[in-house]
């Protein structure tokens, strides 16, 4: 059986000092550049950013398509994410870790302990997470609606 690849293109064109768009095909472009911290500013996204944000968002859509395949209903879910970057001996700085807090919502009739083994089963295959070599760790909240 043939391996799946796939493939994701994007571009970045600079536009000014410490600034740039990021543009895929068919989706909205995106203001980019380097944060505060490096010169930049706190109103586009950082490359620092986007990172996290990535995690968050694989966490999420790894959990949901789990849940949806075991037939398990929620009703929300919300999560933050913070990242650490720090500088690493030989590396230069590295997003050292990154801490999910997802909270998700479900029904009086749905079995909590499934769904604590479902969030686990999502922070195991987050594919993104799994590129890192960075630590990523979740502090799930489950809510009982």
């Not at 000092?17 to 995106?30: F, H, I, K, M, N």
């Not at 001996?89 to 079995?111: C, F, N, Q, S």
């Not at 997470?129 to 990523?136: A, H, K, M, Q, R």
């Amino acid at each position: 059986m043939a391996e799946e690849k796939h493939e994701y293109h994007t571009t970045v064109d600079w536009t000014e000092a410490r600034r740039g768009t990021l543009a895929a095909s068919g989706r909205a472009s995106v203001a980019i550049g380097a944060p505060s911290e490096f010169g930049g500013s706190d109103d586009v996204w950082s490359p620092e950013h986007l990172c996290v944000a990535a995690v968050n968002a694989c966490v999420m859509l790894t959990f949901l398509t789990i849940a949806q395949n075991s037939k398990v209903p929620v009703q929300a879910y919300t999560a933050s994410a913070t990242g650490a970057l720090e500088k690493v001996e030989g590396r230069g700085p590295v997003i050292t870790r990154i801490l999910v807090k997802p909270r998700i919502t479900i029904g009086a009739d749905v079995d909590r302990g499934k769904v604590e083994r479902l969030i686990k089963m999502a922070e195991k295959n987050c594919f993104i997470s799994n590129s890192l070599n960075g630590e990523v760790r979740l502090e799930p909240e489950i809510v009982v609606a």
